[in-house]
């Protein structure tokens, strides 16, 4: 059975690109083509999260906004996937019950998980649900990001620590924060994110002062 035994064999290495996405922007991109390139992945899925804990009392754009514009900037990249995953599951997403589903989507393949985030996100991982167990499914890719130093990484607990892969990327001080503070002022956000994306934004008044 030569088909089955090599289907058996091969190992897909996904990588994972969670995030609000709200709005996706070039630093976004470069990190997850960074992964891609570097650990030498076969795919990388972005996963915009439907009701994020950790930022259940901000003002969140509706999920079918920020997964029209993360399919806008991606379009493009043919190693780039996206997932509904965690906007079409009901109630709070976290990130170990979208792991645990997706191990599924691949059988009879064995797949092994990178998990891409920014240092910032790695270093609030024990406040997420059952870190330890992520842990153990996925890699964790921790880029750099301004203001973040990769020596703060030995402050996570062990388990942890062991399944972090540090990814040095060209930094890039771009958040959404800080493009949603421009658009309410009135500033350009122009080179901040694909420009298909910054015309979305524009046509469906988002982030302005008076869209909200
Ligand atoms: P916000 O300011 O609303 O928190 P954000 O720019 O941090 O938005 P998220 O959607 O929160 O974007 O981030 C998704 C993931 O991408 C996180 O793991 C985050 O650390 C990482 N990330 C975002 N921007 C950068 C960047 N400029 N450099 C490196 N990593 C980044
Ligand atoms: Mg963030």
């Known amino acids: ?3 089955i035994r090599s289907n058996f064999m091969s190992r897909i290495k ?3 690109m969670g995030g609000t996405f709200d709005p996706i922007h070039f630093g976004h991109l470069v990190v997850a083509e960074e992964a891609y390139t570097s650990l030498n992945l076969s795919e990388v899925i972005f996963v915009p999260t439907g009701n994020p804990p950790h930022k259940k009392f901000k003002m969140v754009t509706p999920a079918e906004d920020r997964y029209i514009m993360t399919c806008m900037a991606i379009v493009d990249n043919p190693h780039f996937k996206i997932s509904k ?14 792991l645990r589903e997706m191990r599924h989507w691949y059988l009879p393949k064995e797949v092994e998980f990178f998990f891409i985030t920014g240092i910032d996100a790695v270093l609030q991982m024990t406040s997420w649900k059952e870190p330890s ?3 153990k499914i996925a890699h964790i890719v921790a880029a750099s990001r301004p203001g973040y130093n990769i020596s703060q990484l030995e402050s996570l607990p062990e388990d942890i620590r062991e399944a972090v ?4 990327i ?3 001080a771009i958040s959404s924060t800080e493009i949603r503070r421009r658009i ?6 122009r080179y901040f994110l694909p420009w298909t994306v910054e015309h979305y934004i524009y046509k469906k008044n ?7």
């Open 1 to 3: 059975m030569p088909q």
């Open 14 to 16: 996904v990588g994972i």
């Open 85 to 98: 995953i965690e906007i079409e599951r009901e109630g709070t997403s976290h990130t170990i019950d979208t």
């Open 133 to 135: 167990a992520i842990a």
């Open 165 to 168: 892969i540090p990814l040095e």
């Open 170 to 172: 060209p930094l890039l």
């Open 184 to 189: 309410a002022a009135g500033q350009s956000i």
């Open 206 to 212: 988002l982030y302005s002062l008076e869209g909200r």
